[in-house]
Each structure stands twice: as C-alpha cells, then as structure tokens.
C-alpha cells in the first residue's frame, strides 16, 4: 500500500508560479515511478511529468516542457512539481501518481487525492 498527500495548489495570474509537493509513505518499492496527472474542466486526465525514481529521468507533456519540472528529495519521500511560466490553459486538478513499473501507467496507479490549480488571465 502507496499513500500519496499533495499540497501546494492555488490561484495565480498567467505568468505567476506554483510548487506542488506530494509525500509518499507505504510501501516503498511500489514507487519507482512517480509523476504527475491533470485534469481541465471537459476534459479527460493528461500527464504531465513522471520522474523515473531509480534512474532520475524525467519525461515531460509538450504542453508543459520548458516550464515544468518534476524533481525528488534524496530520500524519494517526496516528488515536486514546478510550475513557471503558468498558463489559464494550466488549469485543472492535479494528481500525484506512483507505481512499481510503467505496466498500467495512468490506470492502475496509487494516485493523490487531488490539488485544484487555477491561471487566471
């Protein structure tokens, strides 16, 4: 069992910045992989980042390269999200995600309980 706690939404005008945070606790070899989930209003769920835990790769949403970045502490409790540059199109609800591999990836995750991220312009 993975528990995922995220942190660290808001509000913002376009431009501005946010961090997300998401602490992980359990069982710790069901997380090599942990990333990040939205979710726009009419929309269906879109990664956004994912960080590969044992190798440190990171794979971004071209929607989001060169704006967001996905990092972890040295202990891999817990993963963030940085996010310059911000855009009204940004806005959703965002999901930590973690699982053991990528088989599934997106559907049999541990997921966070969700943090509303709103730009407005």
């Known amino acids: 069992q993975v528990q995922l706690v995220e942190s660290g939404g808001g509000s913002v005008q376009a431009g501005g910045s946010l961090r997300l945070s998401c602490t992980a606790s359990?069982?710790?070899?069901?997380?090599?992989?942990m990333g990040w989930f939205r979710q726009a209003p009419g929309k269906e769920r879109e990664e956004v980042a994912r960080?590969?835990?044992?190798?440190?790769?990171?794979t971004y949403a071209y929607a989001v390269k060169g704006r967001f970045a996905v990092s972890r502490d040295n202990a891999g409790i817990t993963v963030y999200l940085q996010m310059n540059s911000l855009k009204p199109e940004d806005t959703g609800i965002y999901y930590c995600?973690?699982?053991?591999?990528?088989?599934?990836?997106?559907?049999?995750?541990?997921w966070g309980q969700g943090v509303q991220v709103t730009v407005s312009s």
């Open positions: 995600a973690a699982a053991p591999d990528l088989t599934g990836w997106g559907r049999n995750n541990y």
């Open positions: 359990g069982y710790t070899r069901g997380r090599n992989y």
């Open positions: 960080l590969n835990l044992r190798s440190g790769y990171p």
